[in-house]
């Protein structure tokens, strides 16, 4: 850890002494970076997003235990990209920006009326992302980048009406603390720099755990025999897999005069789904478990985005549309859930 925060602290101090150079024109310290952002297909976008799904029901999540197979929901994201420097070299053929992304994830059920319950809340924060942009113009390939973030963490919590119910109702788990940090390689096809035409872009990345596992338990949050206990005696609970890696695609149309873009955004993910299963009670066997194993997840959205005339910066853009996901639950301790799914509005702002 103190290796990579001086190597960012000696990329950030070049950065600096470099902006003064007649080689470098860019917009300098604490400016908006027109590259380097989420896709609409992220899960955990840099950006303000808000779910309102129809999705899949577990009685392990659903606070008033209506046994429905599926259930109207609330997802709120709230993600900011803080931007620390940005500029161009070399005649604005390649360009450099240092990021610090961060967001929280909240998954309210403002359905269930006697308290609409907080069922999750998930963050992630790290240290500054550096991103590198070639500017290509070479037919179908506009530029190319490639993005460093070499220290980021997450951790997930459920809310705490969810977790007293279950203690009163005896589940073996009451809670999986889903803690973990990691290291993010992502390439990017065509980043769309805030152009208003016709755009295609194409992004692949890879997650790779610095140490530990994705979850680990704390004696008093549950019976610990009935998670899959692989690993060492240091870190009784790291996982088989130890990466993340992912595919994206989005799509934005021609901007129509009145500031309207039509938008496909998709990706395919694969990661691991945990090994243990929720639904346990203490007077099941405690030996019965899941093993950890690695799935593929799907996201999709579709809508159209509103562009504010003659401003590109922060909060510029407004997208509604449909977002549909199908795999393993994408929130905190609940990943250990496969085939959910859930489809319904969505509302960004970019």
């Known amino acids: 850890m103190k ?3 001086l190597i960012v602290l000696f990329v950030l101090t070049a950065i600096s002494l470099s902006a003064e150079s007649t080689a470098i024109r860019g917009r300098g310290f604490f400016r908006y970076a027109p590259f380097g952002h989420s896709l609409y297909a992220d899960m955990h976008p840099n950006f303000v997003r808000m779910d309102i799904p129809y999705a899949t029901n577990k009685a ?44 929280a994830n909240l ?33 179908f390939a506009k530029n190319y980048s490639i993005q460093w973030s070499p220290f980021k963490h997450e951790s997930t919590h459920i809310g705490d009406e969810l977790q007293i119910r279950n203690i009163d109702r005896g589940y073996a788990i009451k809670r999986v603390n889903v803690s973990y940090n990691y290291t993010e390689f992502v ?19 890879l997650m790779i755990l610095w140490m530990g596992g994705w979850h680990n338990m704390d004696p008093d949050a549950g019976d610990a025999s009935i998670i899959d206990p692989v ?57 019965h478990m899941q093993p950890a194993r690695r799935v593929f997840t799907y996201n999709i959205f579709m809508g159209a985005r509103y562009n504010t005339p003659g401003y590109d910066g922060y909060f510029s853009r407004i997208a509604l549309g449909v977002r549909a996901y199908h795999g393993n639950c994408p929130y905190g301790q609940f990943r250990s859930i496969a085939n959910y799914n859930q489809i319904g509005v969505c509302l960004m702002f970019q």
């Open 231 to 287: 690993g060492t005696e240091n870190v009784p609970y790291a996982q088989r897999h130890p990466w993340e890696v992912y595919l994206q695609y989005q799509y934005q149309s021609p901007t129509s005069k009145h500031g309207f873009q039509g938008i496909a955004s998709a990706e395919i993910r694969n990661r691991e789904c945990y090994g243990y299963d929720l639904s346990v009670l203490n007077t099941d066997d405690p030996k």
């Open 60 to 103: 392990v999540y659903d606070y008033g235990g209506h046994s429905s197979a599926f259930r109207w929901q609330t997802m709120g994201l709230f993600g900011i990209n803080l931007p620390i420097w940005t500029g161009n070299l070399v005649d604005s053929t390649y360009a450099l920006n240092v990021t610090m992304a961060m967001s």
């Open 187 to 205: 390439f990017t096809l065509n980043e769309a720099e805030d152009r208003y035409a016709e755009n295609h872009c194409i992004r692949a990345g």
């Open 107 to 139: 998954w309210m059920d403002f359905y269930e009326f006697s308290t609409s319950p907080i069922v999750d809340t998930d963050y992630r924060i790290g240290i500054p992302t550096i991103t590198f942009l070639h500017r290509l113009n070479k037919g």
């Open 3 to 5: 290796r990579v925060s």
